[in-house]
């Protein structure tokens, strides 16, 4: 499996981008999708996760209300929306990919980057204030 991320950029705060990761050489309809991001000097962290039906989501605290995210299994895409945007929310994004929806939605662990078998290349976000 091989995710593409994109939509990157630089923006002011308040600003809106989209994100999205497009999936290929899997079963994508199959898959939880997840959003993580990556600042300079810090750790990976969870930004938002989609069940494989589209039908639950998830989110960081910080990201609430203003990041969605969405899927179109149609086209093997995973969308995140950014609104509101924040100079804290600047980092390198990544999506990923979780085979094994079951084990996520038996222990809960959409957060969890180690329960994500597939990883985007990253898309920059830069936030100026």
């Known amino acids: 499996v091989q995710l593409q991320a994109s939509g990157g950029g630089l923006v002011r705060a308040g600003d809106s981008l989209r994100l999205s990761c497009v999936a290929s050489g899997g079963s994508f309809s199959g898959y939880n999708m997840g959003w993580f991001r990556q600042a300079p000097g810090k750790e990976r962290e969870f930004v938002a996760a989609?069940?494989?039906?589209?039908?639950?989501?998830y989110y960081e605290d910080s990201v609430k209300g203003r990041f969605t995210i969405s899927r179109d299994n149609a086209k093997s895409t995973v969308y995140l929306q950014m609104n509101t945007l924040k100079p804290t929310d600047t980092a390198v994004y990544y999506c990923?990919?979780?085979?094994?929806?079951?084990?996520?939605?038996?222990?809960?662990?959409?957060?969890?980057?180690?329960?994500?078998?597939?990883w985007g290349q990253g898309t920059l976000v830069t936030v100026s204030s």
């Open positions: 989609i069940t494989w039906s589209g039908s639950s989501t």
């Open positions: 990923a990919a979780d085979k094994d929806p079951l084990r996520a939605y038996m222990t809960g662990t959409y957060y969890s980057p180690t329960v994500y078998d597939y």
